[in-house]
Structures are given as C-alpha cells and as structure tokens.
Nanobody, 113 residues
C-alpha cells in the first residue's frame, strides 16, 4: 500500500522559512518523480516543484529562487524561504510513475503577520 505523509506546515511570518517533508512508503522514491503541488482557497491546484528519478529538478515561476526541492531515500523535502502571503495554501506531495499517481493528504502553510 502506497502512503505519502506530509509534515512541516504551519504559520509563519512573511519573509520566514519552512521546510516541508513527505515520507513515502510502499514505493521506491528513486523510481518515481516526486512533486509538490499547492492549492489556495478558490484557486486551482498548482505545481510548485518536482524532482525526477535522476535528480533533475523543476520549479514553478512563482517560487523560483525561493524554494528548493530535494530527496533523501524515501523522503522528499521542500525548503521554502522568503515566504510571501500568496504562498498560503495546502501543500500536497505527489508521486508519479507512468500512469500511476499517488497523493498525500496535504499540509497547511499560512504566511501571515
């Protein structure tokens, strides 16, 4: 059974940092592309960052230079720096390989003073 469990969300002031974690079980993280998405109230889900099975990374335009994705064995991380109020959303971990796609339950990130 595949499980993705996110953690690390919370309330942070603008300009602050958070690190999200996604612990994957039931899959080998190195054979899947791992992605972070986010969804703010009233908005569509947005791809934030991804890391391929070979370690290649990609970022959405709105987070380039501020966020960094990395992985270690079966855990993928999202380091978020210089956070802005518009980064407020539920952040979801996603594992993809071919036609298979698995999602975590999400973790809330709120950026507010």
């Amino acid at each position: 059974q595949v499980q993705l469990v996110e953690s690390g969300g919370g309330l942070v002031q603008p300009g602050g940092s958070l690190r999200l974690s996604c612990a994957a079980s039931g899959i080998s993280g190195r054979t899947y592309s791992m992605r972070w998405h986010r969804q703010a109230p009233g908005k569509q889900r947005e791809l934030v960052a991804g890391i391929g099975a070979l370690g290649d990374t990609m970022y959405g335009d709105s987070v380039k230079g501020r966020f960094a994705i990395s992985n270690d064995k079966n855990t993928v991380y999202l380091q978020m720096n210089s956070l802005k109020p518009e980064d407020t959303a539920v952040y979801y971990c996603n594992a993809v390989r071919s036609t298979m796609s698995y999602w975590g339950q999400g973790t809330q990130v709120t950026v507010s003073s």
